[in-house]
Every structure is written in C-alpha cells, then in structure tokens.
C-alpha cells in the first residue's frame, strides 16, 4: 500500500499550487488553489484556498489511480476493488449499506483548471 500511495503522491505534486476542481458523478464539490496535501489513516487531506477562505476536504483512499486527459482520477468502483472478480462483486452490490459514501463505486477527478 505505502508503494501505491507514494505513487499517487508523485501524481499529486503536479497539483500543487494551481487551481484545481474536485469532480465527482461531473459536479465539482470542491475547487480552488491546491496548497497541500497529507494523509490520514485512510485518507487524502487536501487544504485548498478558495477565493474568500482556506478550506480543506478528505478524500478516502483510492482502489486505483490513474492520469487520464491530464486529470487524476481517483477510482472507487467496485471492479477494482474486487479486481473484476463476477462472484465478489455481485456479493457487494447485495449487501445493504444505510448511507454509503458519496464516493462508493464512482471516479472522483482532480482537474488542473
């Protein structure tokens, strides 16, 4: 996992300091400039200056990183998670979750704007 983070930090670092929009389902949830970024137990912290304050969001760690069309795509969708496994999937998609994440099987992307 430390391998895999490291390399989503190196990802990150092209970020920082410009203005960046957070997208998620093509609705931005969060934008502006991009001053640091840390990692909790199981997550990204980005602190952010807005254009009236400094903010910052947390963002759970991905299943799968990638760059595509220069954005960095953050994916939480369940073929990565079970590595596109049929029989583990259609497990997960039975389970009844109350109020599951915004992020749960969806790509959140972080664009350079």
Same mark, same amino acid.
């Given at each position: 996992?430390?391998? &895999?983070?490291?390399?989503?930090?190196?990802?990150?670092? $092209? @970020?920082? $300091?410009?203005?960046?929009?957070?997208?998620?389902?093509?609705?931005?949830? #969060?934008?502006?400039?991009?001053?640091? /970024?840390?990692?909790?137990? &199981?997550?990204?912290? /980005? @602190?952010? $200056?807005?254009? !009236?304050?400094?903010? !910052?969001?947390?963002?759970? @760690?991905? /299943?799968?990183?990638?760059?595509?069309?220069?954005?960095?795509? &953050?994916?939480?969708?369940?073929? #990565?998670?079970? !590595?596109?496994?049929?029989?583990?999937?259609?497990?997960? #998609?039975?389970?009844?979750?109350?109020?599951? !994440? #915004? /992020? &749960?099987?969806?790509?959140?992307?972080?664009?350079?704007?």
């Amino acid at each position: 996992m430390n391998i &895999f983070i490291d390399e989503i930090d190196e990802y990150l670092k $092209q @970020f920082l $300091q410009c203005d960046v929009e957070f997208c998620l389902n093509k609705k931005t949830i #969060k934008s502006g400039k991009l001053l640091l /970024f840390e990692h909790g137990y &199981f997550n990204y912290v /980005f @602190f952010i $200056q807005t254009k !009236s304050k400094k903010t !910052s969001i947390k963002i759970p @760690f991905p /299943f799968d990183c990638y760059l595509l069309e220069n954005d960095l795509n &953050f994916d939480y969708t369940l073929d #990565k998670f079970t !590595s596109k496994i049929p029989e583990i999937e259609e497990t997960l #998609k039975k389970i009844k979750i109350d109020t599951p !994440s #915004k /992020f &749960f099987d969806n790509v959140l992307k972080i664009k350079c704007v």
